[in-house]
């Protein structure tokens, strides 16, 4: 059974951080392709981050370079996303998603940024 499971979430204040994980099991996590996706009420999901399967490129939306950073750990089968000086507009769910042949995503996280 394939899950992806976030954790992480919750309230912060702007220039505040937080650290989001996420936890799969069910497929070989070393072989996929694994993103950050945000979507935020009334908006449509887009692509915050995502790493290959080595770790060795990992891009960043525009809004958030220089603030967020993505990691993987494979013997883990983990992926964290660590966000700092963080903006009222991050505020979001946050998802996890895998890519290789299929797609397989989390069920989210509530991030808010607000004073």
């Known amino acids: 059974q394939v899950q992806l499971v976030e954790s992480g979430g919750g309230l912060v204040q702007p220039g505040g951080s937080l650290r989001l994980s996420c936890a799969v099991s069910g497929f070989t996590f070393s072989i996929y392709v694994m993103s950050w996706y945000r979507q935020a009420p009334g908006k449509e999901r887009e692509l915050v981050a995502s790493?290959?399967?080595?770790?060795?490129?990992?891009n960043y939306a525009d809004s958030v370079k220089g603030r967020f950073t993505m990691s993987r750990d494979n013997a883990k089968k983990a992926l964290y996303l660590q966000m700092n000086s963080l903006k009222p507009e991050d505020t979001a769910v946050y998802f996890c998603s895998a890519r290789n042949q299929r797609v397989y995503w989390g069920q989210g996280t509530q991030v808010t940024v607000s004073s």
């Open positions: 790493i290959t399967r080595g770790a060795d490129i990992i």
